[in-house]
């Protein structure tokens, strides 16, 4: 996977318009959707989304802040690192 190829522990990726976070191989596997709600071929419902992360150590927050039927919707992912790598910083 990408996120072993480039030896982080957190990977921002997007194209799929769509809002994902998930733990995976000890790091974390972000995807913050789309600001705009942009339609794509995977998906034709998107709400508009964005994350803002708080960093700090082996814990980063991740504050999803999505439009759902004309109201933000607010949720807090919080993932811990239970043991540091050798991944550097990128």
Do not use: C, W
Request: glycine share 8%; charged share 20%.
């Amino acid at each position: 996977m990408l996120q072993r190829q480039l030896d982080v522990d957190i990977l921002v990726t997007g194209h799929t318009h769509q809002f994902t976070a998930y733990k995976h191989e000890g790091g974390v596997v972000i995807n913050p959707g789309s600001a705009t709600g942009a339609y794509s071929n995977i998906t034709y419902d998107a709400n508009p989304s964005f994350v803002l992360m708080d960093i700090d150590g082996l814990r980063v927050v991740v504050y999803v802040y999505e439009l759902i039927d004309g109201e933000v919707k607010v949720d807090k992912i919080d993932f811990k690192k239970t043991t540091a790598t050798t991944h550097s910083a990128h």
